[in-house]
């Protein structure tokens, strides 16, 4: 006998209101454990002793002001306020490293770099970190040796005088931003203290290799350096002087490579970008004439590679401004005359490669600036049929994406490894490739970085 089920199915308006229900109480509930959490942090800032200093940002935090009354008037009293509590938050520089990791997870970073607002002053350099020794390599002697005494802040070569006519022309600050003559420039604001962090950690690499590879390091300056009338001269701190105490607290086993002097004899050429912060491939193209100089290689010229070209290219500087008075750009790019293919491996896959090509015609604005390899991967190898029987590998951030192919003629193979997401350990990985040359490649803004300074030392301990 077949029994029918006599109870009725609850109608769809019940269901509907139902669903309605749950979403409203865990709307509640959300709400709630937002505001506890708020409350619990507010609890905290008040019982708290305040820090002063952020370890993760490496800079003094703002003091609370005293009170007066004609600063509560000017309404500079609770600004001031406003950027202490906003520093002293409790569990700030957790948050600040999530945040960060946040933006890696989505593949967002606009500058690959802090971009300042202000320009803080040049600081003395610490005294050296306390760092574990190199890690002991059977068969290699790390070199003893090390430069002479840094120079000292106050001791520090004056900035070179590479100010552009005067014609009057008005330049005005847009955030983090300055822009004058239709380009927009990142503001500078490093400190020496920054730089030698950076020079330590790119020197260990050398004491760990030893004789065994040659390592380089190139700190490129960016387009503000260059780019500017000596009126506006306090707009951005001078870059050279800060290169400079890198490159004399490198140890001596680092060949340092002098990109900015290519650099300060084309001012007058297409180096940068108006609409983006990056260089363009003919000032990349400069700074591998560096790096020839300094490794006893023969540069190519221009007319050897075959030039292509792509226009209308709006970059970051007009995404993080908006400012319409911002030029449109094109990019060249340089095709090799020697063959070459290439394979990359993805994040989270450090043994898997995968097809890959060193340009992505198809790029297109706002991201042209990926026809160069593609943009950032942990790992790209690219094998040439330059029959020199030399390998190079080059630690960059993405300044060092448009530099990488004008390799390619003069090394077997040619490896590309981005900072922040390779995965394996870097010290054993050269050794393990027969690798002979190592370039370091960063930015002023990279190399003046707590991030990026954190990520080149945490590839010798991953």
């Not at 006893?296 to 290219?313: A, H, I, K, Q, W």
């Amino acid at each position: 006998m077949h029994l029918c089920n006599t109870q009725s199915s609850p109608s769809r308006e019940e269901v509907s209101q139902a669903y309605r229900d749950r979403i409203h109480r865990a709307y509640i509930v959300h709400t709630l454990l937002f505001c506890g959490v708020l409350f619990l942090l507010g609890i905290l800032s008040l019982v708290q002793e305040p820090p002063t200093v952020s370890a993760v940002e490496k800079r003094e935090l703002a003091k609370m002001p005293e009170f007066s009354v004609d600063a509560l008037l000017e309404g500079t009293y609770v600004r001031e306020v406003e950027l202490h509590y906003a520093d002293v938050f409790p569990g700030r520089d957790y948050f600040v490293k999530l945040a960060a990791q946040m933006d890696e997870w989505k593949g967002v970073r606009f500058d690959d770099v802090r971009v300042y607002g202000t320009t803080p002053p040049q600081e003395e350099a610490p005294p050296p970190r306390d760092l574990p020794p190199a890690p002991e390599v059977p068969g290699v002697i790390p070199p003893v040796t090390s430069r002479e005494e840094s120079v000292p802040a106050e001791q520090a070569p004056a900035a070179a005088q590479h100010w552009q006519p005067d014609d009057g022309a008005v330049g005005e600050k847009n955030g983090a931003v300055f822009v004058y003559k239709e380009k927009g420039m990142s503001i500078f604001g490093g400190s020496f203290a920054m730089g030698e962090w950076y020079a330590q950690a790119v020197s260990r690499y050398a004491q760990t290799w030893g004789d065994r590879v040659q390592v380089y390091n190139a700190v490129v300056p960016t387009a503000i350096e260059f780019a500017l009338p000596e009126r506006y001269a306090s707009v951005s701190a001078p870059q050279k002087p800060n290169i400079d105490h890198i490159y004399a607290s490198l140890d001596l086993a680092v060949r340092p490579v002098d990109v900015y002097g290519q650099i300060a004899a084309h001012t007058g050429e297409y180096l940068y970008f108006n609409a983006d912060h990056h260089w363009t491939g003919l000032g990349a193209y400069y700074a591998y004439r560096a790096f020839c100089s300094a490794a006893g290689l023969t540069p190519l010229e221009l007319s050897d590679y075959e030039t292509r070209r792509l226009d209308n290219f709006y970059g970051t500087m007009y995404s993080y401004t908006n400012d319409a008075k911002l030029a449109s750009d094109y990019v060249d790019y340089y095709l090799m005359p020697v063959a070459s293919e290439a394979v990359r491996y993805d994040k989270g896959a450090p043994d898997t490669p995968l097809p890959h090509s060193v340009w992505a015609e198809y790029a297109k604005s706002p991201n042209s600036y990926a026809v160069f390899l593609h943009g950032d991967f942990p790992l790209i190898k690219i094998t040439t049929e330059a029959g020199t029987g030399r390998k190079a590998l080059m630690i960059k951030e993405s300044f060092g994406n448009a530099f990488a192919p004008f390799l390619i003629p003069h090394y077997d193979e040619v490896y590309v490894v981005d900072q922040r997401y390779f995965e394996k350990n870097l010290g054993q990985f050269v050794l393990d490739q027969q690798i002979d040359d190592v370039i370091f490649i960063n930015n002023i803004f990279a190399a003046n970085t707590s991030y990026h300074i954190e990520c080149i030392e945490g590839m010798l301990a991953q």
